[in-house]
């Protein structure tokens, strides 16, 4: 693929994303992709030909682009124990509720049309297998006995501090990042034991 089809790819998903923070999943047809992103018609068309084709190409691009959000300037450096661990999670989940804020209401509208597409439900828990095994790998660094299920249980809690803050009823006033961070370290200690050291 050359550098123009990927810019245009990149733009299509983009856009789709955009829309669908915007209007919802009614909103995200091919016709609103083109006509968004100033593209000729029938381009979204030619480029995902199907919505289920196009609804994938969101799902990959917020993927890339929430591993760029976490990863960003400023991410504070991974430092050991759970109080490292927190200052990540809090990073990552106070940007997503703040500069990322759309990319987050985007991935919550895709997150329920999967449960309506057998198709999508196996390509979105693919892109977020890549999130989980990465956080397993972080509590296991950390002393997990049991990094599976904590990862589960820490993921969860990330998932609904994300819901409540961008679609729920703490959405008009998103938590801080000191909040965050003491409320995942309060999470990791109990997980890890209260004498694990940071």
Same mark, same amino acid.
């Given at each position: 693929m050359s550098t123009a089809q990927t810019s245009r790819a990149e733009l299509i998903a983009d856009t789709a994303l955009a829309l669908l923070a915007e209007r919802g999943m009614r909103g995200l047809t091919h016709r609103a992709v083109d006509e968004a992103a100033g593209l000729p018609q029938g381009s979204t068309s030619n480029h995902a030909r199907t919505r289920a084709a196009l609804l994938e190409a969101a799902v990959h691009r917020l993927a890339l682009r929430e591993s760029q959000t976490a &990863?960003?300037?400023?991410?504070?450096?991974?430092?050991?124990?759970?109080?490292? !661990? =927190?200052?990540?999670? =809090?990073?990552?989940?106070?940007?997503?509720?703040?500069?990322? +804020?759309? $990319?987050?209401?985007? +991935? $919550?509208? $895709?997150? !329920?049309?999967?449960?309506?597409?057998?198709? $999508? +439900?196996?390509? &979105?828990?693919?892109a977020g297998r890549v999130f989980r095994e990465q956080l397993e790998t972080m509590l296991r660094a950390a002393g997990s006995a049991e990094p599976e299920r904590h990862a589960r249980s820490l993921i969860a809690w990330c998932d609904g501090v994300l819901f409540h803050s961008v679609a729920g009823a703490g959405s008009a006033s998103p938590p801080p990042e000191a909040e965050l961070r003491a409320g995942a370290a309060d999470l990791l200690r109990g997980m890890l034991g209260a004498g694990s050291g940071g």
């Open positions: &990863y960003a300037s400023g991410t504070p450096e991974p430092a050991p124990g759970p109080e490292g !661990l =927190a200052a990540l999670l =809090a990073f990552f989940l106070h940007r997503s509720v703040t500069e990322a +804020r759309d $990319l987050t209401r985007a +991935r $919550l509208e $895709l997150a !329920l049309e999967a449960t309506r597409r057998p198709e $999508l +439900r196996v390509v &979105y828990d693919t």
